[in-house]
């Protein structure tokens, strides 16, 4: 026979066990959220023409770009001292607006993911991804 006193200790450990499985619960749910997020990139390559020192037309890849984050050509970044990039290929996954000024400023045109391009008249020396 069960005393009054020993289902009133059972019922006590039961809601202890569900309050600290909930503590738990919520401990985890908060540390989750509190982790911040890694930068998201864009998947693939994006590809451009330059010149080199030599004058001839080298190409550059730029690999899983950043997203959200302006990238200026190193290669064209001063343009007291070099010419433009042309004829970008955008085989990202995202969005590439290429700019004619360092700096994602200046005129700007969007290359669609996977098969934007440009010809060698689309100028740029920057670029950021959506």
């Known amino acids: 026979m069960l005393s009054h006193l020993s289902l009133t200790k059972a019922k006590d450990n039961i809601a202890m066990r569900l309050r600290d499985t909930a503590v738990a619960s919520l401990g985890a749910l908060f540390l989750v959220l509190s982790v911040p997020a890694s930068a998201s990139a864009a998947d693939g390559q994006f590809q451009y023409t330059y010149s080199g020192l030599d004058g001839r037309p080298q190409v550059a890849v730029v690999d899983d770009p950043d997203s959200r984050e302006c990238i200026t050509l190193p290669e064209v970044a001063d343009p007291a001292s070099s010419s433009p990039a042309h004829s970008p290929r955008n085989r990202t996954d995202a969005y590439a607006k290429?700019?004619?000024?360092?700096?994602?400023?200046?005129?700007?045109?969007?290359?669609r993911p996977h098969t934007g391009y440009g010809s060698e008249r689309l100028k740029l020396r920057s670029v950021i991804f959506s």
């Open 98 to 111: 290429v700019f004619t000024e360092p700096n994602c400023t200046g005129d700007s045109f969007t290359l």
